[in-house]
Every structure is written in structure tokens, then in C-alpha cells.
RNA sequence: GCCCCCGUAGCCCAAUCGGUAGAGGCAGGUCCCUUAAAAGGAUCACAGUACGGGUUCGAAUCCCGUCGGGGGUACCA
């Protein structure tokens, strides 16, 4: 009896074969530097061809859990896409760092007593080495991760530029606080409040400084999640009031924070969404997210004292009944009648009790009457004011103009409260509902009456503004980013505090302010329900770190730190620069580098290019989170003139996620995913019958496949050939391991066209190709070309397996020369290990990462004839061969003299023929 | 509720400007090779494009409506 191993020839592509080259091969690159990019100048200088390419990924967080099979299809998509450029001739910067700050490390850390650094470090071992694995042409002396000193040095570095820094509304950028100083001192701006700078204390200038800041410290309310023991963005904190992570609730709470003051750059961030090259969907998010909206503030009077509110209906004033203020609105406790008191703060203490989310499912109005009456300003009518929960305190002016005619909420608590409705825009004809929101002739309004809703509002605008009543305005839902973390594993504030509490920015040549060492790393968490807690961040337990002598000018004096981290964003809001210049120790990028890898290229990109990464591949789920932080931080140290460009990424591409079967037994466990029996549309797992399930791949699921299993079972390029063959970079789809074999059969029918199975010899001829074979082998090089381009990567792996089964059927005896090279060279983005050895196999010399991608030749393109189908009233009827340079004329002539048109033309004149050059003939009886 | 995207063979997907519905893969049938199986080779079948209407000489593609799936967002005045 023979053994299976004595039967499998000694030279066919098995997964043992693949993974020996593989293994080859990457030691090769390594050795090489095969995929160093060089830069212009710098630790990195080298020669540099003016055509470049930067593609990027979004940088992995280094979970615990590694990688499955559905993180490395971006990874992949980058790949090949860089490989392609590359083997055109342009200088490709690809590589990739690590997210490496944020919870689960600290979590873990907390748990185990081990430090977050070490748990964090061999995440990245592990990461690296799978990604290493999988062939990925990375140039590895610019790898960064977010936690090395080196690194968030310049984390810090840059929040110091951000804090001292302030948005001048005028010229619309940023500008150095010195300047908002000397411009203080001069007289040249007044001081708010009146003062004198030179007689202001520095306590008191720096909290006049601190409403300039881009970077500030204030006591406002914020997210806070006691079940995390820390605060959150706006951007963190879900639709339904809870966080994004651990799914807590979050409560309003007013502490003592850092924000960024990134709504001063509302405007700009929406507007230069249009010199982005992004999918639309990531651009509608953000600009919905930013939530511009135009309209008017209108002044009510209520006795001696305004109520301000904002309002996108200005047209609809002569509708107002009532006026709604948000329960803690500073105004109430001055206007409201005393008899109204005890009401007012019962109310308050129901409102403030409910959570978010009894805000989201009960939205039954609410409210109290407060005592006191406001005077529309167009017509002088004393309306009532309420208070009620509906009215947020954080959009607008935290006060509304209620016009129910006009909207559905004001209805409805017109409604409940029995106040007057006023309908001051003529509904539709047969219009049945509450509130009418259409347009439509404006009525009951004085002199608007008759307007349509875009000319009243302009009319209105233009009254309250000749009267002093109001004017208009544009309103953002955006809110400035919360910048705070009560956590341990993140980047510390490059800041200390003076006896007075005022920060204090450390100058740049104490910077990295590197996190101490603890016993303790967690954030002091609380019951998840319970509002009343406090954070106690755990860097406040580090005494000897906290409380610092340092002499800042003047003089040796005792600071204090700041307890609280940077989020987790800070480190990925800036990276793709640190890309660009890795090893600089004297600036966080160098100007020039940074000009040449990122910088606005118009003779390229058009007038309007910001410049930025030429291509960023990465899940949608950072449409508003990072990709909105990181352009923030970009237009800063634009303005301040450390950057040649205003936009980070100048093309965004979100890749779909590869999602997975799961089985649940009839108990409602999870079984192993593959060791489940597909029979007949019946899914069974030990013969129990089993539901199947599809969504994410999980350990819980028990349904996560790696890379690391299908690069043993198949080799890594097989896996790569694959993934990009399963459909296009940006649709998600099942994962199946059973159809990897469909690539790997490619695989073997390929190396098996060019190398003898049995001996290893070369099985390449020196016949020629026919003119059939040339004319397939360059419409699939153009192809191919045109797929690569543009991240076709499953259509241009399709065009390989025609041609390679081409070949198969055609040259059984041995495949011609230029079939074979440009067929290794082609498959190379994909599969570049298998590429590379069969490249050297044809007796060349070196690697194939720069080239030469072979290009179409023009003179195998064009036919010489052209089959014509001929559609008789738009059905397929018949068809005719033509020469290719025939005229319209001569096309139709042949199309009806066709034997069987003819007979169905019968004599008679064809009403119509349409001849479709290239494509087809229709006749129309 | 509002906004956006998607529905093509049993499954994953092609069809680039409105022009012959099928490139590729999985699964399946038949044949060759084989003692047999695997691997390999050859070959075949399978949908009329979720559904209903419209525009057009011609619709998977454009428009309207319905159904199904996915995503975003929501007392934002």
C-alpha cells in the first residue's frame, strides 16, 4: 500500500510547496528592503521619482484576539494596490502602525495586574506576525505605534500647538495666541469685560484666553458614564443614551474638562467636503452630523429681560402662540412669577431625572407654565412661556418660538396645554394632517401674506433686522469635542496647573510627559444607573507623579498634573505624517517630506486639491468619529503653517466587512461553525438539527476563521487571491472557507502551465503565440490594468482565469514565453510570493516589485471584424459578421441583407433602423 | 418618522455610456484518465434580473409605486 504523500507529484503548488516560497520570499523583501520608500531629504533620503503613491490603511487597535480572516481584506486591497503602482514605476509608501492606546489594554491590565504596555506589546507581536504572513509589501522602518514615548511626544507637541492657538473669525484660520495678546496689550481688540490687559492678574488673562483657545478647560455639562468610569465624546455616546462601548448609560454632568474647540471650523469642514474624493454616504454623515442649518435669531421681549431664540422658520412669526425655554434655561429663574416656583422646580427635578433614553421613548410633551408672558415682536401679542423637556438646552439658544401650525412637536403640545394655533402657510389641497411643514402662499401674516416660504423667510429676515429685532444666522448641531479621559493607558496633558488651578503648557523641551508607573490601573467604576458618582481618574492615585517642582521662569515653584488622558483619537488624528517621517527627531515631520508624499498637487488633482493620503481604505464605522477629528487637526497646524495641505486623506474608499454563518442548537447554544453538515437546505451539527445565523465573526460565535489557519491550509497567496476574488472591495459577504479551493485550483493550474509537476523543470516554450492567443493576452492586460486602478480586484482576478484556462486548453504541450511572463507578472499584485518564484524560474534576475507591469499592445486591440446581432423590434433575430472599419450605412446594408431579415423584413421599408456602432443593429417594423 | 444604499442562476458575483443577460469561482450532472478514489482534463445544465407599472427602437441599468434586506440619524426648533 502506498502512502498519499508518494502519489502527490514533488513539484505541484500544495499549501507545503506555497508556504516554503512564501516563507522564501518574505525573508527576500526583508533582506532587500524590497518596499523602502525613499524620501526627499531626512533619515530616509533617497532618490525619489516625482510620480508617488501613498495608500494607507486604517491602523489596527491590537486586540487580544488577533486578526480573522475579515481584517486583513483591506490590508489586501492596499496591498495590491500599492504592488500595482509600484510595478508602474512610482514611488509607493505603504506601511502600517497601531492604534495601541485605549480600554480593553487597561481592562485586561486591571484583571491581571499586568501593565498595559506589556498586554499591548505582544498584541502587536502577535499582529505583526500575522500580517507579516500574509506578504504585505509594508515598509517596515516607518511602523509607528501610538504608545511609544517618540510618538506621543508629538501627540503632545501637537496639542500645545492646538492650545495655544485661537480661531480668528475674521481671516478664518487659526493664529497664534501671541498674536490675540499683543493685540490685547496694543488695544488694537478690547479686552472683554472692559479691563486693561497689563492690570489683569495672570489668572484672570489666562481665563480671558482660555474662551479663545482652540484647546480649553471648561466646566460644562458632558457625557458621563459611571459604568466606565469615565467621560465621552458627543461622538461616543449612541442615539439611544448609551455608550458606544459597554453599551452604558451616560448622564449629563457638569465637570471640569478639556475640549477642542473644533466648531470654530464648522463651516470649513463642510465645505471642503467637496474638494474630497469620499463616498458620498461618509460626506452626507458628516455634513448631517455637523448640522448646519440657516436661519434667524429673533429677540422676545419679556418685560426688562430677552429671550434669544433660534429659528429655521422665520417666515412663520405671525404663527408664534407660545414660547418653550429648556428646563435649566438661566432666564426662568428671573422671569417666572413666584407662585409658579414650587412648579418650576418640580418639574426640573422630574426632567432631570429622566435618562436619554426615557427622553427617546416617551415623547409625550411635557411642561409648565412659568408665570411670564413674551411680546412677539411682529405683532406686539403677549404670548405664555413654558418650560418643558423638549427644548434641549445645547442646540441653539436653548429657547423656541412655538409654531404649532408650522411644527408637529409645537402641535402637539399646543394640544395637551390648549394653546391657539395659527396655520400661517396655506396647506395643500386635501392636506389632512396637524402641522403643515410643505410649502405653500404664506396667510395670517401681514405683510408676508401671499410669499412662498423661501421669500417670506428673506422678508422676515430683513424686517427683524431694520427693526433690531433679530437677525439671521446659521446654526451647527456639531458641539465641541470633549477631550478628557479619566482613564490610565492614554496620553498625558503636556500641562500643569499653579496654586490658582490655571494650566500651564510645559514647554516643548520637556515633552514626552510619559505616564508613570501604578499599582493600580483602573478607573474607580460605579453602578452603570447611578448619576450621583464623581470619576476618580487613576493617574490621581500616582502622588509622586502628580505634584511636580519645576522651575517655568520663574523661579522653582510646586504644579501639579493633569489626572485625565487624551482620548484615544489623538493618536490616529495625526498619523499619516509620522508615516511620512518616522525617525525625525527635531520637528514631528519635515516640510519637505511632508510636501512630497502629502502635499496639494493641482497639475494632478485640479485647482481645488487639498492634498492629503492618495488613497485610505477603512470601515465606514469612522465616518464621523476620527475622520472628522483627524481633517480638524489637520486645518490647525495648516493655519499654522506646519502643513503644505488642509485635508488629511484626499480619497476615502470603505471596504465592506467579510461576515460569517452561525449555528445555534435548538437550547439556543452556539455550535463550532465547521464541523456543521450541510444536507439538503438542512444545516446539522452531531446529526441535531441546527438554525443557521449570519452576521459578525466571533469567539463566542464560534464561527471565527484566521488567516493564520488558511495560510497553512492553503498558502497566503491563495488566501489573498481569494479574498480579492470574492467581489468588490466595497460589498460585505459571507465568508466560505469550502470556495477557497476555486482559487487555489487557479493557483495549480497556473504554476502547472509553466512548471513540470513531476520534475520542477520549466515548462515555457519558444513557440510563438497565435494571434488569437496575443489578442486575448492584451484585452486582458488592458483589463486588468483598468481592474487594478480602480480596486476591481475580483473582476481583473476573473480575466486571469480566463486567460490562464486559455492556455490550458491551447498549449498543452508548454506555454509561450510572453503568455507566460505577462501572466506571472499580472498575478503578481495578487499573489506575489508564487509570482516572484515563478519570475525567477523564467531566469530573472532579482524581484519583480518594481516592475515592469507589462502594457497592452494597441495593434491585438482593435478587430478586424465585428459580429452585429440584429434585433427585429428589440429581439435577437440573427447576426452578421462585418468588417470593422464598415460605415453605419454599410452595417445597415449588411444587417438587411441577411437571409433570415430579409424574410422577415418580406419587401416591405423597416419603419426604422438603428445601428449601434460596435454593438448592434435593431429594425423596427 | 426622515435620509441614503442594495435585491441578477442553489450560493458568491460579471455585464464600464440604456445596446446579444454570463466573465470568473463554489456546489451539481455526464464523459475521459484511474483497479478504485482523490487530483486533473473535457463537457453540460441552471436565471430573464424581487414584484407591478411607465419612458424608449431597445431597460438589470432611467422614472414612479410596492415588498424585502442593510446603514445613518432623530424632540436639532
Known amino acids: 500500500m502506498s502512502t498519499d504523500a508518494a502519489e502527490i507529484p514533488a513539484y505541484r503548488y500544495t499549501a507545503e510547496l506555497a508556504n516554503q516560497i512564501e516563507e522564501r520570499w518574505q525573508r527576500y523583501w526583508e533582506d532587500h528592503g524590497t518596499y523602502h520608500a525613499p524620501n526627499p531629504v531626512g533619515a530616509l533620503k533617497g532618490d525619489v521619482p516625482a510620480d508617488k503613491l501613498f495608500v494607507q490603511d486604517m491602523f489596527p487597535y491590537p486586540s487580544g484576539a488577533g486578526l480573522h480572516v475579515g481584517h486583513p481584506l483591506g490590508f489586501i486591497g492596499t496591498d495590491v494596490f500599492a504592488r500595482y503602482h509600484r510595478m508602474n514605476g512610482r514611488n509607493v509608501l505603504h506601511t502600517m502602525g497601531f492604534d495601541a492606546f485605549g480600554l480593553p489594554a487597561e481592562q485586561y491590565a486591571v484583571q491581571t495586574g499586568q501593565h498595559p504596555r506589556k498586554t499591548t506589546e505582544d498584541n502587536i507581536n502577535t499582529y505583526l506576525r500575522q500580517i507579516r504572513r500574509l506578504g504585505l509589501g509594508h515598509d517596515e522602518r516607518r511602523r509607528i505605534s501610538t504608545i511609544d514615548p517618540e510618538y506621543y511626544k508629538w501627540t503632545q507637541w501637537i496639542f500645545l500647538q492646538i492650545f495655544n492657538s485661537w480661531y480668528d473669525a475674521d481671516l478664518k484660520r487659526a493664529r497664534p495666541i501671541a498674536e490675540l495678546i499683543s493685540q490685547f496689550e496694543s488695544g488694537e481688540r478690547d479686552v472683554p469685560g472692559g479691563h486693561t490687559w497689563s492690570e489683569l492678574s495672570f489668572a484672570d488673562q489666562q481665563r480671558i484666553l482660555g474662551d479663545f483657545r482652540l484647546a480649553y478647560m471648561s466646566e460644562a455639562p458632558v457625557n458621563w458614564c459611571p459604568g466606565l468610569g469615565t467621560v465621552l465624546a458627543n461622538e461616543e455616546v449612541t442615539a439611544d443614551g448609551r455608550s458606544e462601548r459597554g453599551n452604558f448609560p451616560v448622564f449629563r454632568k457638569n465637570l471640569r474638562q478639556w475640549m477642542m474647540r473644533i466648531t470654530a471650523y464648522s463651516d470649513r469642514l463642510i ?134 401650525g408650522q411644527d408637529q412637536r409645537d402641535w402637539d403640545f399646543a394640544k395637551k396645554f390648549d394653546l391657539p394655533i395659527i396655520r400661517t402657510v396655506q396647506p395643500s389641497e386635501g392636506f389632512e394632517g396637524d402641522a403643515f411643514t410643505g410649502d405653500g402662499p404664506a396667510i395670517n401674516s401681514g405683510f408676508l401674506d401671499g410669499m412662498a416660504i423661501d421669500d417670506a423667510k428673506k422678508t422676515m429676515i430683513g424686517w427683524l433686522e431694520e427693526n433690531g429685532h433679530g437677525r439671521g444666522t446659521v446654526q451647527f448641531k456639531l458641539r465641541d469635542w470633549l477631550f478628557s479621559r479619566q482613564r490610565y493607558w492614554g496620553e498625558p496633558f503636556p500641562v500643569v496647573y499653579d496654586e490658582a488651578g490655571t494650566a500651564i503648557a510645559l514647554p516643548e523641551s520637556m515633552l514626552p510627559i510619559e505616564l508613570p508607573d501604578v499599582d493600580d490601573y483602573s478607573p474607580r467604576t460605579f453602578d452603570p444607573e447611578d448619576a450621583d458618582t464623581e470619576p476618580s481618574p487613576p493617574l490621581s492615585r500616582a502622588t509622586e507623579w502628580t505634584t511636580v517642582e519645576l522651575d517655568l521662569g520663574d523661579g522653582l515653584k510646586t504644579y501639579r498634573r493633569d489626572t485625565n488622558t487624551m482620548p484615544n483619537w489623538a493618536g490616529s488624528c495625526w498619523y499619516q505624517l509620522r508615516y511620512v517621517d518616522p525617525v525625525e527627531t527635531e520637528r514631528f515631520v519635515n516640510p519637505e517630506n511632508e510636501k512630497y508624499w502629502l502635499g496639494p498637487r493641482t ?14 481604505i477603512g470601515g465606514v464605522e469612522h465616518a464621523v468619529l476620527h475622520l472628522l477629528y483627524s481633517r480638524f487637526w489637520q486645518k490647525v497646524l495648516f493655519d499654522l503653517g506646519h502643513l503644505s495641505g488642509d485635508e488629511p486623506y484626499r480619497r476615502l474608499f470603505n471596504q465592506g466587512y467579510i461576515q460569517a454563518y452561525a449555528y445555534v442548537d435548538p437550547r439556543g447554544v452556539y455550535v463550532p461553525a465547521d464541523e456543521v453538515v450541510e444536507q439538503d437546505g438542512k444545516f446539522t451539527y452531531n446529526g441535531e438539527e441546527v438554525r443557521r445565523e449570519y452576521g459578525k465573526m466571533g469567539k463566542s460565535l464560534k464561527n471565527v476563521v484566521t488567516p493564520d489557519e488558511m495560510c497553512a491550509r492553503y498558502g497566503a497567496d491563495t488566501f489573498r487571491f481569494y479574498e480579492m476574488s470574492m467581489g468588490p472591495m466595497d460589498v460585505s459577504r459571507p465568508w466560505a472557507t469550502k470556495d477557497v479551493v476555486g482559487a487555489q485550483r487557479f493557483m495549480q493550474r497556473l504554476w502547472r502551465n509553466l512548471v513540470d509537476e513531476t520534475d520542477g523543470s520549466l515548462r515555457v516554450t519558444d513557440e510563438e503565440a497565435s494571434v488569437e492567443a496575443l489578442r486575448l493576452l492584451h484585452k486582458t492586460i488592458a483589463g486588468v490594468h483598468d481592474d487594478y486602478a480602480n480596486l476591481r480586484y475580483n473582476t481583473a482576478g476573473a480575466k486571469l482565469i480566463e486567460l490562464n484556462n486559455y492556455v ?117 417594423l
Open 808 to 924: 490550458t486548453k491551447h498549449y498543452p504541450a508548454g506555454t509561450p514565453r510572453p503568455l507566460a511572463e505577462a501572466l506571472v507578472l499580472m498575478l503578481a499584485p495578487q499573489a506575489p510570493h508564487v509570482a516572484e518564484e515563478l519570475w525567477a524560474k523564467l531566469g530573472h534576475e532579482g524581484s519583480l516589485a518594481h516592475g515592469p507591469f507589462p502594457a497592452a499592445d494597441e495593434q491585438y486591440l482593435v478587430e478586424d471584424t465585428v459580429e452585429y446581432p440584429i434585433q427585429v423590434n428589440g429581439k435577437v433575430r440573427s447576426r452578421v459578421v462585418v468588417s470593422a472599419s464598415a460605415g453605419q450605412d454599410e452595417i445597415k446594408a449588411a444587417a438587411l441583407a441577411e437571409e433570415k431579415i430579409a424574410e422577415l423584413v418580406a419587401g416591405g421599408e423597416p419603419r426604422k433602423v438603428i445601428v449601434v456602432p460596435g454593438r448592434l443593429v435593431n429594425i423596427v
Open 271 to 404: 465645505d471642503d467636503l467637496d474638494r474630497l474624493d469620499w463616498p458620498d454616504k461618509v460626506k452626507a454623515m458628516q455634513r448631517n452630523w455637523i448640522g448646519r442649518s440657516h436661519g434667524a435669531r429673533v429677540r422676545f421681549a419679556v418685560g426688562s429681560e430677552n429671550i434669544e431664540v433660534f429659528t429655521t422658520r422665520p417666515d412663520t412669526l405671525f404663527g408664534a402662540t407660545y414660547m418653550v425655554l429648556a428646563p435649566e434655561h438661566e432666564l426662568v429663574d428671573q422671569i417666572a412669577t413666584p407662585d409658579r416656583v414650587a412648579d418650576i422646580a418640580a418639574y426640573r427635578r422630574a426632567a432631570s431625572l429622566k435618562s436619554e433614553l426615557d427622553r427617546q421613548e416617551n415623547k409625550e410633551k411635557t411642561g409648565v407654565f412659568i408665570g411670564a408672558y413674551a411680546t412677539n415682536p411682529v405683532n406686539g401679542k403677549e404670548i405664555p412661556v413654558y418650560i418643558a423637556d423638549y427644548v434641549l438646552m445645547g442646540y441653539g439658544t436653548g429657547a423656541i418660538m412655538a409654531v404649532p
Open 603 to 616: 497639475e494632478q488633482h485640479g485647482v481645488n486639491d487639498p492634498g492629503g493620503v492618495d488613497l485610505y
